[in-house]
């Protein structure tokens, strides 16, 4: 399996534009995970899914964030507008039920200018 | 209020120099804590999971401990290799890894030669 896909891997855009993540998760994995990792706060959980519904998105900072799960294989995180302190690395992880773990993906490094 | 915390943040070890990185944590009902290795550049990838005070796991030099209120990561005789950032986490709700996971900070291990 090639693992959690993310693209891109560096967005830079600038403030007020709409900026879309994308995710593939491990097939047969049926939890996804969004995170937002900072140098001030840590990797920190946006939102995550079960079987492509949203269970917790207490972690989504602002309705200028949202996600979806369209399918079993295939997640956005949306940020409109974009500011310049969204700047992070976001990633999206994987699991499937009675996992021992999260599976991550090699991250997007969002630069809001 | 559920807290993951790391010491120290940083720590600097000449190859074959044996030490320990702590978490300490409170949450209501420990459901597990993980440990968690990052490179530079990359997601965060799985290293153990411990369950219940007294419990212990091994891969190669490194050994996960687990109290009621913290966990350690013992490296004996590391090596440049292991240079990596350390991140611990625990379910703030349900168990395992199908829920939110409250990260450290993290501890930035680095080996010299």
């Known amino acids: 399996d090639a693992g959690v896909i993310q693209s891109p891997r560096h967005e830079v855009t600038e403030m007020g534009q709409e900026v879309t993540l994308r995710c593939k998760p491990i097939?047969?994995?049926?939890?996804l995970f969004w995170y937002r990792q900072t140098m001030m706060r840590g990797l920190e959980l946006l939102i995550y899914f079960n079987n492509n519904v949203p269970i917790d998105d207490s972690g989504m900072p602002e309705d200028r964030f949202s996600a979806k799960m369209p399918n079993a294989s295939f997640s956005t995180l949306k940020i409109q507008p974009s500011e310049p302190r969204d700047s992070a690395v976001y990633f999206c992880?994987?699991?499937?039920?009675?996992?021992?773990?999260?599976?991550f993906g090699p991250g997007t490094r969002l630069t809001v200018t | 209020e559920d807290q993951v915390t790391q010491s120290p943040e940083a720590l600097r070890l000449q190859e074959g120099e044996s030490s320990s990185l702590n978490c300490s944590y409170t949450v209501s009902g420990l459901r597990g804590l993980f440990w968690y290795r990052q490179d530079p550049g990359k997601g965060p990838e799985f290293l153990f999971t411990l369950y219940s005070a007294g419990e212990e796991k091994e891969k190669e030099r490194l050994k996960a401990t687990l109290t009621k209120k913290e966990s350690f990561l013992h490296i004996t005789a590391p090596k440049p290799e292991d240079s990596a950032t350390y991140l611990c986490a625990v379910p703030m709700n349900y168990g395992g890894s199908q829920g939110n996971l409250i990260f450290g900070k993290g501890t930035k291990l680095s080996v010299k030669p």
């Open positions: 992880a994987s699991a499937g039920t009675g996992d021992n773990e999260q599976y």
């Open positions: 097939s047969g994995h049926d939890y």
